[in-house]
């Protein structure tokens, strides 16, 4: 792999393990449904423009349904969700949920026509993971009704973004994925658009949060997704999905360090646990279209 290729390869697990600790600042002044249809139209600004420049928008009129589906599941619900779930949980918390996508793609991919052999690594796999979830849940990590709400909306995040690479590998992969990109992004920003509407703030939102959402958009989705279509060609899908046991990392060590967050030895455990797991869980077997 080149000296370009690592750098990107470095650059987009830092990038992709600071939404949370970005989410979780706007929230304070910003609905949910604002930071998300917000981060999602900054970002179909900067991509829609190079789709259209690439000629990759004229393929997906026959792939409409397909297009929206992924945008939905990709881009609408998990945003949405990430935001509202981190109105109760840490951003730590949050960061670590999402690394149980492997472990849902492993269980659900058969039922996207995706089928690879359930051997005994991923058994094992989903059940090392199945008990860091357990772990980190059990000790004291989550608290309070709305605490549990929290979890709850990370699930359907993560379950949202297990489902959007599945639909990808099934439907859209013989597309120039900055065609499906683009346009599921402006599909999520029309679905999120009447939530927004009604959710404006009262008053001007601090420089602060509004710096927060700018970089939500711009660099965790815009730049993010440039960089991960570079290491694919670059480096192969294959080593581009390592990044996604990068990022529980970077939220961890952002929320603990600067926002003051208690991870505890349970989070700590749940971490290593849901890693391993997943590496498991995936290990022999093809990768999807990354996240």
């Known amino acids: 792999m080149s000296s370009r290729a690592w750098l990107a390869f470095l650059a987009l697990g830092i990038i992709w393990g600071v ?14 449904w604002l930071i998300a249809w ?21 393929p997906l009129f026959a792939h409409k ?7 939905l599941v990709e881009f609408a619900v998990p945003f949405a969700a990430i935001s509202l779930a981190e109105r109760w949980i840490s951003s730590s918390i949050a960061g670590i949920l999402i690394a149980t996508i492997p472990l849902i793609i492993a269980l659900i991919s058969r039922f996207f026509g995706v089928h690879e052999r359930f051997g005994p690594w991923r058994v094992m796999g989903l059940l090392v993971g199945l008990s860091g979830v357990v772990t980190l849940l059990g000790l004291g990590s989550i608290s309070g009704p709305l605490g549990w709400v929290g979890v709850g909306c990370m699930l359907l995040a993560s379950i949202g973004y297990a489902v959007g690479p599945l639909i990808v590998q099934r439907h859209l992969k013989l597309i120039d994925p900055f065609g499906p990109i683009a346009a599921s992004l402006l599909v999520a920003a029309l679905i999120l658009l009447p939530a927004a509407l009604c959710s404006l703030p009262a008053q001007m939102p601090s420089a602060l949060a509004l710096i927060s959402v700018a970089v ?6 815009a730049l993010a997704m440039l960089l991960m279509f570079y290491l694919i060609t670059h480096a192969g899908a294959a080593r581009a999905s390592v990044i996604t046991y990068i990022n529980p990392a970077v939220a ?4 603990v360090a600067i926002l003051h967050e208690h991870l505890g030895v349970g989070g700590l455990t ?16 093809r990768p999807g279209v990354g996240n």
């Open 19 to 32: 939404p949370y600790f970005f989410i979780k600042l706007a929230v304070q002044e910003l609905s949910p």
């Open 38 to 58: 917000a981060r999602i139209v900054l970002a179909t600004l900067i991509l829609l423009p190079i789709a259209w420049q690439r000629g990759a928008l004229r």
């Open 65 to 71: 349904g397909s297009v929206c589906a992924f945008g």
């Open 216 to 221: 939500l958009g711009v660099v965790c989705t």
């Open 252 to 255: 961890s060590l952002l929320g």
């Open 270 to 285: 749940g971490l290593a646990l849901i890693l391993s797991g997943s590496w498991l869980a995936t290990r022999g077997a």
